[in-house]
């Protein structure tokens, strides 16, 4: 009995750490996005006159096109389980000098090594996105 005790209490225990260690995309991932990439993957719009369109065909405004990616990497933007197969992580994490680095210089502020660990605990946790939905 004691043991079933100890186990039971251990369950609990892992449950609630699981939980509060839970990545919640709407409150820590969404801000990340907004911040670093909005600026050139959100729905088409008219700026100045002009019709400015997703940079790469990639959008980051809505849970169903994260997942759908751009033209270069078609469902491998977030691959769920697998941050080393994802691009979104990829380009976040490559080196300022790399033609690839994310933001571009001068177009956003680089994802901070935290923010990127953050991206990267969320991709492997499966990539939910809770009640998000984003853009239509």
């Known amino acids: 009995m004691k043991a ?5 209490a251990a369950t609990l225990t892992f449950s609630v750490a699981s939980a509060q260690d839970a990545i919640d ?14 600026k050139c993957h959100e729905k088409e719009k008219e700026d100045n006159g002009k019709i400015k369109k997703p940079k790469g ?22 691959v769920a389980g697998k ?21 571009p ?15 990267k605990k969320w991709i492997e946790s499966g990539a939910s996105f809770g009640a998000w939905k984003g853009v239509e």
């Open 4 to 8: 079933i005790t100890i186990l039971a």
């Open 25 to 38: 995309f709407e409150k820590q991932i969404l801000p990340i996005l907004k911040e670093s990439c909005f």
């Open 57 to 78: 065909g990639l959008r980051l405004d809505s849970a169903e096109a994260i997942m759908k990616g751009g033209k270069d990497y078609p469902s491998e933007n977030v």
């Open 83 to 103: 941050p080393d197969a994802s691009w979104l992580l990829k380009t976040m994490t490559l080196p300022e000098s790399d033609e690839m680095a994310m933001p």
């Open 105 to 119: 210089e001068g177009k956003g502020d680089r994802v901070s090594a935290e923010n990127q660990a953050l991206v």
